[in-house]
């Protein structure tokens, strides 16, 4: 079985999403996780979360969210986690290529909800843009701060470093289907390196849907093309990658 750990199924209409998650299924695709971005949304990704077996949810606010409204606190993340089916927090972290909110509202906001995670102990789901001298610098010292906290770097596509200083603080490192594009030779490099301890594969769907279907709308079920090739860059099965990527999930979102 193989899990997607990061998609946003709110984005699909009520008329599809059975459809897709009935695609998702018969490629092997098990289990998802629908990712909050902002806290007006809560309700909704926790919906979908009570209404299918197979989803779980994430509360919290993406960067390019911050500057929507007041940046969220510490309490009213650890609020929404109280949900039974929420089994992380974010996707929260900060995004310097699109710059739609202040960085200094983003680098508060993406503390908080380290803060939370630490509080709360579940893991913290980062989005990183252009930005990953400050992702890691905050990751250090947050945790030098307030000790550590699981996490996962979330549709990877940084730089090597960031990988490394986020690996050495007990990160996870999940891989989109950027993975398959020809021109990720870079990133399929860095991929080979990774800890296989420390793999999750994702879509962040409806976006970046990998080739063959590169610039067609991503669903869950492509995870599988995503993991065919990390499986690839690895020397693994298909099977084999299955089983790692999920033993992985399970040891970081220890509430699924």
Known sequence: MLIDSHCHLDYFSEAEIGDVLARAEA???????????????????????????????TIGVHPQSVGEAPIVSV???????????????????????????PREDQQESFRRHIRASQKTGLPLVIHARDADDDIADILE?????????????????????????????????????ILTFPKS??????????????????????????????????EPGYTAY?????????GLSPERIAEVTTANFYRLFTRA
């Open 75 to 101: 309490e009213e993340l650890i609020a929404a986690t109280e949900h039974p089916r929420v089994i992380g927090i974010g996707e929260s972290g900060l995004d310097y290529f699109y710059d739609k909110a």
């Open 226 to 234: 995503t993991a065919k090739v990390l499986g690839d860059v690895r």
């Open 27 to 57: 490629a092997g695709v098990g289990r998802m996780v629908t990712i909050g971005v902002r806290m007006s949304q809560v309700p909704v990704v926790q919906a979908l979360a009570d209404r299918f077996p197979n989803v779980w949810c």
């Open 185 to 218: 030779v870079e990133l399929r490099e860095i991929a080979l390196d990774v800890p296989e301890e420390r793999l999750l594969i994702e879509t962040d769907s409806p976006y970046l849907a990998p080739v063959p279907f590169r610039g067609k709308r991503n």
């Open 141 to 177: 010292q947050e945790t030098a701060a307030g000790g550590s906290f699981p996490f996962l770097l979330h549709c990877f596509s940084s730089g090597r470093r960031l990988c490394e200083r986020a690996l050495a603080l007990g990160g996870y490192v999940s891989f989109s289907g």
